[in-house]
């Protein structure tokens, strides 16, 4: 198995090479093997706050157009915080790069906060940005951080190896821009990762994959514009067997219809007559 990342104008793709096919991502796999309760919610607060913000534009349109318009407006305000998540990981990743970045105004409290992410837990970069990948299970991933940071000397914090400078090393690190903070899937995500068999520090070339280092610690940074927050995530072995059966219940589900045939008609069809009033009726 060798895997090679595809990038598009709307995001990525895996190709393994070997094949050809397509091999399905860890954020692939988790939205199709998971429920979504609080989209049923988002989706119809969208719409709503895209009809509010956009009433007198709506109401001067015909009816069949205003209901085309209403239909797209929660993509809309979803494409626009992908694209918002997009650029900061890739201010970030420049950042970690030790790059200079310059920075939209519309992201520049983002940025501040990444930049003192980076600055107070005094984060030691060894991957950014590397695929990962399983040839057991056939799945793919990009990871956001790979690297040592410094915790506090706190007792739950306690168990967890450090080197002569204090760091924690080998830290597995996802970077969340959205409103509502790290979700409960986070963990299956980084579970995906962390058992995943192989890093591949350069998406484009397979010649650079070697096994994967074992991880310390995972967790997540929530991004925000007013600063952030680093949070614990746990993502162990049973969290990965979680993953998988969520892998499964997405396989099933894109081949559910196909478990189901077409209708059987009897072997022999029954013959009816009408018949007059009074007279019997024939079979």
């Known amino acids: 198995m060798k895997i090679v990342r595809k ?3 709307r995001g990525h793709y895996y190709i393994d090479v070997d094949t050809g096919e397509r091999v399905p991502g860890v954020t692939t796999i988790l939205g199709d093997g998971l429920p979504k309760k609080a989209l049923i919610n988002w989706a119809a607060n969208a719409t709503a706050e895209y009809a509010i913000d956009r009433w007198d534009e709506l109401t001067a349109l015909t009816p069949s157009e205003r209901l085309k318009k209403l239909q797209g407006g929660r993509y809309a305000a979803k494409d626009e915080a992908a694209n918002r998540g997009t650029a900061v990981h890739k201010m970030g990743e420049r950042l ?9 105004d519309a992201l520049t409290g983002y940025v501040d906060s990444y930049v003192r992410f980076l600055d107070e837990f005094k984060l030691r970069v060894r991957h950014i940005e590397a695929l990962v ?24 914090y306690d168990d967890l190896p450090r080197d002569d400078d204090g760091f924690v090393c ?3 690190i996802d970077a969340k821009t959205n409103r509502s903070g790290i979700f409960g899937e986070t963990a299956l995500q980084l579970a995906g990762y962390r058992f995943a068999e192989f890093m591949q520090p350069d998406p484009a070339d397979p010649g650079t994959a070697f096994e994967m280092p074992e991880v310390t610690w995972t967790g997540a940074v929530w991004i925000r514009p007013d600063g952030y927050s680093l949070i614990p995530v746990t993502a162990g072995e049973e969290q990965h067997r979680q993953f998988l059966y969520a892998q499964q219940v997405g396989i099933f589900d894109a081949g559910a219809r196909d478990l189901v045939g077409e209708r059987i008609e009897p072997p022999t069809a029954s ?9 019997e009726a024939t079979r």
Do not use: Q, W
Not at 96 to 104: F, I, K, L, S
Not at 271 to 279: H, I, N, P, T, V
């Open 133 to 156: 990948y399983s040839v057991t299970h056939r799945y793919v991933g990009t990871l956001d951080i790979f690297g040592d940071i410094l915790l506090p000397d706190m007792p739950e």
């Open 170 to 172: 080998n830290c597995l």
């Open 7 to 9: 990038n598009t104008g």
């Open 96 to 104: 970690m790069a030790g790059e200079r970045v310059t920075v939209p």
């Open 271 to 279: 013959r009816y007559m009408l018949a007059k009033a009074g007279e």
